[in-house]
């Protein structure tokens, strides 16, 4: 059975830190792409980061109000991704969602419970 554990959330005034964690288990086949995505209430559920292995190299992408400011990495080893977030702002209160994603086969596309960010002013 596959799980996605996320951890890290929390209350945080504007200006601060958080690191979000996500584990993944159960899986036979690494995930080629992981990421983080977050829903504001009354929003819909936006891209955050994603990193994809490429051999050597691990490619990443951002959504434009979180570069400079927020950092994925992955640990290939421990299937475990992580979201280092810096400089927060209000804007970035939502809950965060862990996703893991194979697009060779076997594909598949599994996602967390969700883990709540919220930034007081």
């Known amino acids: 059975q596959v799980q996605l554990v996320e951890s890290g959330g929390g209350l945080v005034q504007a200006g601060g830190s958080l690191r979000l964690s996500c584990a993944a288990s159960?899986?036979?086949?690494?995930?080629?792409?992981m990421g983080w995505y977050r829903q504001a209430p009354g929003k819909q559920r936006e891209l955050v980061a994603t990193?994809?292995?490429?051999?050597?190299?691990?490619?990443?992408d951002y959504t434009d109000s979180v570069k400079g400011r927020f950092t994925i990495s992955r640990d290939n080893a421990k299937n475990t991704v992580y979201l280092q977030m810096n400089s927060l702002k209000p804007e970035d209160t939502a809950v965060y969602y862990c996703n893991a994603e194979r697009k060779a086969w076997p594909r598949f596309d599994y996602w967390g419970q969700g883990t709540q960010v919220t930034v007081s002013s």
């Open positions: 159960g899986m036979i086949f690494s995930p080629s792409t």
């Open positions: 990193i994809t292995s490429g051999g050597s190299t691990d490619y990443t």
